[in-house]
């Protein structure tokens, strides 16, 4: 089983959709939760960060972290078809093996004008 | 500049050759790593400085040899590289690693091995 388990997709949506991206994890020391967004031919750049359980609204991205189902979420409000990329999950513990991120494989979005 | 810059962005290179990329940041963090990124997987850590020291290695074989200088520059040398070694070479930087800073990525190193 891997640790962190994301569906690879891709996933097509209309332009002005919800989008709803998700993964899953093992390890219950991770506490520390992220999202990244790499566009074709570009490296991960951090869209969102959260700590523990809870919600994190930033714009039109809502980051969502189920610490009891370990499940993490990531919700695109009014999508645009700028948001098209591949997105990351990460996550890391404080202490021990876990302390470096590990990623999710990405799952790939398409955002139909 | 801003950011974490690799260079080249793209390398072809032979079995045989001998052939280094470039990392640089300049957002001020004490903390660089190397990932290896492949189609469909999850990217790979590969080495971990911390305020120049190598604080992990990842079970990378010797053909990767790594080196840093200083804080700011992160370098990642070749050496009979296979055909699997043809990836996404990515950079990182956070402020100390193994904490909860987030890491910032550098766009990447093409790699292709004939």
């Known amino acids: 089983q891997k640790e962190v388990e994301q569906d690879p997709g891709p996933l097509s949506v209309p332009e002005g959709a919800i989008v709803s991206l998700n993964c899953t994890y093992s390890?219950?020391?991770?506490?520390?939760f992220m999202w990244y967004r790499q566009y074709s031919r570009k490296g991960p750049e951090l869209l969102m960060y959260?700590?523990?359980?809870g919600n994190k609204e930033d714009g039109r991205f809502t980051a969502q972290v189920d610490k009891s189902s370990k499940y993490i979420s990531l919700f695109i409000r009014d999508s645009q078809p700028s948001d098209s990329a591949t997105y990351l999950c990460?996550?890391?513990?404080?202490?021990?093996?876990?302390?470096?991120?590990?990623f999710g494989s990405g799952t790939q979005l398409t955002v139909l004008p | 500049e801003t950011g974490v810059t690799q260079t080249p962005r793209h390398l072809v290179m032979g079995m045989t050759n001998k052939k280094s990329l470039k990392c640089e940041q300049h957002?001020?963090?004490?903390?660089m790593y190397w990932y290896k990124q492949s189609a469909k997987k999850p990217l790979e850590l590969m080495f971990v400085?911390?305020?120049?020291?190598?604080?992990e290695n990842n079970s990378v074989p010797s053909r990767f040899s790594p080196e840093c200088p200083n804080s700011s520059h992160l370098f990642l040398h070749l050496h009979t590289l296979q055909p699997e070694d043809s990836a996404l070479y990515l950079c990182?930087?956070?402020?100390?690693?193994?904490?909860?800073?987030?890491?910032?990525f550098g766009d990447g190193t093409r790699l292709s091995i004939l």
């Open positions: 990182a930087s956070s402020q100390v690693a193994g904490r909860d800073q987030p890491q910032h």
């Open positions: 390890n219950s020391a991770f506490q520390y």
């Open positions: 959260t700590y523990s359980s």
């Open positions: 990460a996550m890391s513990a404080t202490s021990g093996s876990a302390r470096q991120l590990t």
């Open positions: 957002l001020g963090h004490n903390a």
């Open positions: 400085y911390n305020f120049k020291e190598q604080t």
